[in-house]
């Protein structure tokens, strides 16, 4: 049985999700399925009975084999968007992450990993980016870019809305 909460109706469906947004070496890891073009911050759906936190830790471990701290919840973001040929309305969690171990993946270019979503299986590219080029690549949410670059200024919590 599927516990992510992922409500699928006949005209919309309904995500909840965390992600983790992860910097090293002034670079942050970000996600896309492979040959794609459009990055996203890396992370997965809730399951039911579980803590966003707990969900986070969880899906980096399952994708990646990568031990995390949590630091902190610092975004929350409300996005609509196209899943297929239903609209989507996500609710999104957003962590400042760090690593328990510098070991346990490559700290340049890329690697690859996979996720599972309803039975489907997604190749991912996982990316370092210097934080300077994050203004040239295509990245969902569309709005979030300047609130990346903006991490080490802005106060411990605050939200964000796409529209």
């Avoid at 947004?21 to 040959?35: G, T």
């Avoid at 471990?61 to 239903?86: A, C, S």
């Avoid at 270019?109 to 599972?116: I, K, S, T, V």
């Avoid at 934080?131 to 903006?150: E, H, K, Q, V």
Wanted: glycine share 6%; charged share 20%; net charge negative.
């Amino acid at each position: 049985m599927d516990k992510d909460l992922v409500f699928r109706q006949d005209d919309f469906i309904f995500s909840y999700r965390v992600a983790g947004i992860l910097i090293h070496d002034n670079k942050i890891l970000l996600q896309r399925p492979k040959n794609d073009v459009v990055y996203s911050i890396p992370g997965g759906h809730v399951s039911y009975g579980e803590t966003s936190a707990q969900a986070f830790v969880r899906e980096f471990f399952e994708e990646i084999k990568l031990d995390i701290n949590i630091e902190r919840l610092i975004l929350f973001g409300e996005n609509f968007w196209p899943w297929g040929n239903r609209p989507c309305h996500q609710i999104s969690l957003y962590y400042l992450i760090s690593m328990n171990d510098l070991t346990q993946i490559p700290l340049n270019g890329m690697f690859h990993a996979f996720d599972e979503i309803g039975g489907e299986r997604i190749n991912l590219d996982f990316c370092w980016i210097p934080l300077d080029d994050i203004d040239d690549i295509a990245l969902y949410p569309t709005n979030i870019t300047p609130y990346l670059l903006s991490i080490p200024t802005y106060p411990k919590h605050f939200v964000y809305r796409q529209d």
